[in-house]
């Protein structure tokens, strides 16, 4: 009878577990049919949709994707706020995909060859270490912006650059962008932005792998 009961109060407190997974399984789904549903040919979009599908990273067979309706309630300095953090986003993921396969490499800075890879490095850096990131972050934020309003897009963050090596000025960080077409820039940005995006899957698919122990399985040459 003891057992009995406990079994039927165990059963009763697990409901509400299992009513938040039916809900949380629920939304996964409709994430999920929203993700693959084909891009809208309907001719009746705002202006700011039609100046959002042109921007790169509208790219075929899906389109202007915007599930969520972000660019419908957003003006064109929001819209832009929000292509400059998806860029930021992409970036860091990008640079962080490269050094979370690099440690498991087993690859390390002269010093650090006791340092875990992987999130272990968190609790395992020391002090200083901490300090110097500290500095770099810093450094990194103050620098990766529009300081003077001369960004040709979103993320772009040569600030006028130039440098007088050879007696002629010569845009700095530049790398012969401005020498381009107009084509291939566009086609240059979004090669960067699916890159990001497909960073940002990347180091959450690497991570949770990680907590799920079988990182092994899919990196062989982890250490």
């Known amino acids: 009878q003891i057992s009995h009961n406990s079994l039927n109060r165990n059963f009763t407190n697990s409901q509400p577990n299992i009513a938040t997974m039916k809900f949380f399984l629920a939304s996964l789904l409709i ?12 001719k009746a979009t705002t202006a700011l949709q039609a100046d959002a599908s042109g921007l790169p990273g509208a790219l ?11 660019a419908e309630k957003a003006d064109d300095a929001l819209l832009k706020k929000y292509r400059e953090a ?10 962080a995909v490269v050094g979370f396969l690099t440690t498991y490499a087993g690859v390390r800075f002269p010093g650090a060859g006791d340092t ?6 968190w609790s395992a ?5 901490w300090v110097q990131m500290g500095f770099t972050w810093s450094l990194m934020e103050m620098l990766n912006r529009d300081a003077f309003g001369l960004a040709e897009f979103p993320g772009d963050y040569r600030n006028g650059s130039k440098c007088n090596l050879d007696g002629t000025e010569k845009p700095f960080l530049d790398f012969g962008w401005d020498k381009q077409s107009e084509d291939w820039k566009k086609n240059k940005r979004a090669i960067e932005l699916n890159n990001g995006r497909a960073a940002q899957m990347g180091i959450l698919g690497l991570m949770v792998h990680e907590q799920l122990g079988n990182l092994d399985a899919i990196l062989p040459f982890a250490k």
């Open 116 to 121: 875990p890879a992987g999130m272990a490095a």
């Open 31 to 42: 994430g999920s049919a929203a993700a693959f549903a084909p891009a809208s040919t309907s």
């Open 60 to 70: 075929e067979p899906v389109g202007f994707f915007d599930p969520l309706g972000f």
């Open 86 to 95: 998806e860029l930021t986003h992409g970036r860091v993921a990008m640079l």
């Open 125 to 129: 850096l020391p002090l200083q270490v």
